[in-house]
């Protein structure tokens, strides 16, 4: 055998054990028998994520197969059929199978999915990307289904001043918005790419470069900029404090290719107004959303009363294309943003892939300096807060993207 293959069997062999040792807490019991769940080891999410569109040809030619429920970082997953025996059928093929991941459709089940001992060394060396399955029939499903929140009132119930509203553009709309912006030269970014419009804010200096003719929002987004003031004069009546608005001056475009995200980051508080808004467009994605302080959330934070907890929180938001996302109040000044850089997310059990997704985040930046000023109590998150002007750490690595991308006088 060669040293190449011997390497990669040992790093197999190194997989399974981890998968099997991190299941072993489920203590496949005598009801397992009735159940229609067989927990699959080695075909997780994460840390080693799977193609599960393999996966899910080879199970749906099972008879019964229902679904696949797999979790975030879990490296095992849990396929549920329609009755016990279904499920025990499919336990006796899927237990100890080789199964080579592959992203040809043309190749048909039965050429990928082999008992473990029929798989040549040879065999498993041209598919770097296969494993061996170990199978166990399961009492129960430990994943939650509401592990992501997907309804615009729950998220607003859970990340108070977070406002999501769906199919706020139409299909035509997102194509004409879409051929709009290619109109103008992308940035490119090691991962994603950018434009900038309006406004030119120096994230160095914490200041308007008004040396920079700031020029209009551009045209082809005239009709979503009218759709936002409009929705925007409703939610500023009903929350007040949450909102300090007078009008978008700048636009962020971010073209994010699937496994490309941006790092957690609270938009600075003294420069920019309240709200934070952002349209996605072509593909869904998580992002996440977290806080130091995380405050009961039936009895919501806002920035007058905070009921402060030093507790760490972390909640995972869906945005679905052609959705908008009104960050204010807390949910501005209080939690941190971010895009996990991944192929694909975990919704509710479900493995969701991700495609090239665009997003426009429009601002208001605060121009006179009487109006450069952020009286939060989120400390750790506000640049007024730190002493000598500095930024917060977490801060930094968002602001050296967008300058590296010459927002002012960066290098394209
Ligand atoms: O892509 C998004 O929706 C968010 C972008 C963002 O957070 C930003 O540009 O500050
Ligand atoms: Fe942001």
Redesign the pocket.
């Known amino acids: 055998m060669s040293k190449k293959i011997a390497k990669l069997l040992a790093s197999i062999q190194r997989k399974e054990d981890v998968a099997i040792e991190s299941i072993l807490y489920l203590d496949p019991s005598d009801d397992a028998d009735h159940s229609c769940a067989v927990c699959l080891a080695n075909v997780g999410n994460e840390p080693n994520p799977f193609d599960v569109s393999s996966i899910l040809a080879v199970l749906a030619g099972l008879r019964g197969f229902q679904t696949l429920k797999v979790a975030r970082g879990k490296s095992y997953s849990f396929a549920v059929f329609a009755s016990p025996l279904d499920a025990q059928t499919a336990f006796t093929h899927l237990d100890n199978a080789f199964f080579a991941a592959t992203s040809d459709t043309s190749v048909d089940a039965s050429d990928i999915l082999f008992p473990h001992h029929l798989v040549s060394a040879a065999v498993k060396s041209q598919h770097p990307t296969g494993r061996i399955i170990h199978a166990f029939k399961a009492k129960r499903i430990p994943f939650s289904d509401s592990d992501t929140l997907t309804k615009p009132s729950d998220i607003l119930a859970a990340i108070p001043g977070l406002h999501i509203v769906h199919d706020f553009i139409s299909e035509e709309e997102e194509v004409r918005l879409l051929e709009g912006m290619e109109q103008h030269p992308w940035i490119s970014l090691s991962e994603r790419q950018v434009q900038h419009h309006g406004f030119v804010f120096d994230y160095d200096s914490n200041h308007i470069d008004f040396s920079k003719d700031p020029g209009q929002l551009p045209a082809w987004c005239q009709f979503l900029v009218q759709r936002m003031h409009d929705t925007l004069r409703q939610l500023m009546l009903q929350y007040p404090h949450d909102f300090d608005f007078r009008g978008f001056n700048q636009l962020?475009l971010?073209r994010?290719p699937p496994g490309s995200g941006?790092s957690p980051?609270v938009?600075t508080h003294t420069r920019f107004d309240s709200p934070?808004t952002?349209v996605?467009l072509l593909s869904p994605v998580q992002?996440e959303f977290r806080t130091l302080y995380y405050s009961d959330p039936t009895s919501p934070v806002t920035t007058t009363t905070p009921q402060l907890q030093p507790t760490h929180k972390t909640l995972h938001v869906q945005?679905p294309p052609r959705s908008i996302?009104f960050m204010a109040g807390a949910s501005r000044f209080g939690w941190e943003?971010g895009?996990r850089a991944r192929k694909a997310d975990v919704v509710n059990c479900t493995r969701v892939e991700r495609a090239l997704r665009v997003?426009l985040?429009f601002r208001g930046v605060r121009i006179r300096e009487e109006e450069v000023k952020c009286d939060c109590v989120w400390d750790g998150l506000c640049d007024a807060k730190i002493a000598g002007g500095a930024k917060p750490d977490r801060l930094k690595e968002?602001d050296v993207g967008v300058n590296r991308h010459g927002v002012v006088g960066g290098k394209p």
């Open positions: 962020t971010n994010y941006i980051h938009d934070i952002s996605s992002m945005l996302c943003h895009i997003s985040t968002v």
